[in-house]
């Protein structure tokens, strides 16, 4: 499976937008982009997934470049609850697995 | 629906004991996984099912063994625990083979071995 790189941690303010970034140079043309994340104490949980289009959905939205080599998950309006390890991972096609790496943890500021 | 349970939730364990870790999943989900993290560290696999009956190695599968008699559960056995071993456990399940479904998480078991 192709590896990412993501930053150690970020920090927001509470009720601004945050862009947490991923990059994964080696992806192939089959790789899903999945994002979860770890809220504290918790089990992982799904965030959003793309292929080559961006995507929206009620948690986040999913920015993926033109060439794929990089993604961004965006949270439109952050608040405390988002305080969590974000993790991003590339799924291939025939890999029942998922990679996680070591994520970029979030902290909110009220 | 209950999603994905596990039993125990903490245990703590002395070298050398044995235990098994129940994960069980109401979603009729082919595919389920074992995973441990580390303190301040990503989830690492250490072992999968494609269905009933099936087991396969993930990235860290010494000292492990599973077993999947049922569909609806995927058990995590360590016959001799080591201080090595101490960690926090999940289990997940997903639908199918399909490439963007997603995985289900359990709320973890806190395992310590002393």
């Known amino acids: 499976d192709a590896k990412t790189t993501q930053p150690n941690s970020m920090e927001s303010n509470e009720e601004e937008p945050v862009h947490l970034p991923c990059n994964h140079s080696?992806?192939?043309?089959?790789?899903?982009i999945h994002w979860y994340r770890q809220l504290p104490s918790q089990g992982p949980e799904y965030v959003i997934h793309?292929?080559?289009s961006n995507v929206n959905n009620r948690m986040a939205s999913l920015a993926i470049a033109e060439d794929r080599k990089s993604s961004t998950l965006i949270l439109h309006r952050a608040t405390l609850r988002d305080a969590a390890v974000y993790y991003c991972?590339?799924?291939?096609?025939?890999?029942?697995?998922?990679?996680f790496g070591s994520g970029t943890k979030l902290n909110v500021k009220p | 629906n209950a999603g994905v349970t596990q039993t125990p939730k903490f245990r703590v364990l002395k070298t050398g004991q044995s235990m098994t870790l129940l994960c069980a999943q109401d979603?009729?989900?082919?595919?389920m996984y074992w995973y441990r993290q580390d303190p301040g560290m990503g989830l690492r696999l250490i072992h999968y099912?494609?269905?009933?009956?099936?087991?396969a190695k993930g990235e860290v599968p010494d000292g492990y063994n599973v077993s999947r008699l049922k569909k609806q559960n995927f058990l995590l056995g360590l016959e001799s625990a080591a201080p090595s071993q101490t960690s926090v456990y999940f289990c997940?399940?997903?639908?199918?083979?399909?490439?963007?479904?997603?995985?289900?998480f359990g709320p973890g078991t806190r395992l310590t071995v002393t």
């Open positions: 997940a399940s997903k639908p199918d083979s399909v490439e963007s479904r997603e995985q289900y």
């Open positions: 991972i590339l799924k291939g096609i025939g890999f029942n697995k998922f990679y």
């Open positions: 979603m009729n989900h082919e595919y």
């Open positions: 793309g292929l080559t």
């Open positions: 080696t992806i192939s043309g089959t790789d899903y």
């Open positions: 099912s494609v269905g009933e009956g099936t087991t």
